[in-house]
Structures are given as structure tokens and as C-alpha cells.
């Protein structure tokens, strides 16, 4: 069992940055890969960025793309999300997600333990 707790959201300004922690429980954290997603209100939950165990390999949306940086430090169980140039449309509960199955995983579906989310909303 996985526990994965998110935390570092907010309210801010267009052009803000923000970082967000997600810390994990359980399991052995450094073999398994690590995503967060995000869901605005009316819509469906997308993906946002994933990391793989060692952090070889990393993927964004196309909408974070040169914005938003994952990482990870598996002597802390953590992942982040450093956020930059934060827009309204990036407003959102984003969540971490573990893949415990796999070293890198792209597929929403795949992922096994969902945190419970932390609120970003960036006004214009």
C-alpha cells in the first residue's frame, strides 16, 4: 500500500511560480515511476508530467511544455512539480500519482495510488 500526500498549492497571479511536493508512503519509492495530472472543474483529468524511478526519462503535456519541471528525490520519497509563468488555465487540483508496477509509465490508466490532490488557481 502507498500512501502519497500533495501539498504547495495556492492562489496566484498570472506569470507566478509555484512548487509542489508530493511525499510517499509504502512501497520502495525508488523503483517506481511518478506522474502528476490535473483536473479543472467541467473537464476530465489530464496529465500533466512523469518521471521515471531514476529520473532518466521525464514527459510533458504539450500545455507545461518549457513551464513546468518534474523531479524527484528518492532519498525523500518525493516528487515535485516546479511550475513557472503559471497561467489562468492552468487552474486545477493537481495530483501525484505511483505507478508501483513500472520504472516509466505514460498511461493515466496505469497508475495504481492517487494522492487526494492540492488546488492551484492562478487569477488573470
Known amino acids: 500500500q502507498v500512501q502519497l500526500v500533495e501539498s504547495g498549492g495556492g492562489l496566484v497571479q498570472a506569470g507566478a511560480s509555484l512548487r509542489l511536493s508530493c511525499l510517499a508512503s509504502?512501497?520502495?519509492?525508488?523503483?517506481?515511476?511518478m506522474g502528476w495530472f490535473r483536473q479543472a472543474p467541467g473537464k476530465e483529468r489530464e496529465f500533466v508530467a512523469t518521471v521515471s524511478s531514476g529520473s532518466h526519462r521525464k514527459y510533458y503535456a504539450d500545455s507545461v511544455k518549457g513551464r513546468f519541471t518534474i523531479s524527484r528525490d528518492n532519498a525523500k520519497n518525493a516528487v515535485y512539480l516546479q511550475m513557472n509563468s503559471l497561467k489562468p488555465e492552468d487552474t486545477a487540483v493537481y495530483y501525484c500519482?505511483?505507478?508501483?508496477?513500472?520504472?516509466?509509465?505514460?498511461?493515466?490508466?496505469?497508475?495504481?495510488?492517487w494522492g487526494q490532490g492540492t488546488q492551484v488557481t492562478v487569477s488573470p
Open positions: 500519482a505511483a505507478d508501483v508496477h513500472s520504472s516509466y509509465t505514460l498511461r493515466q490508466m496505469d497508475y495504481d495510488y
Open positions: 509504502g512501497g520502495t519509492f525508488s523503483r517506481y515511476a
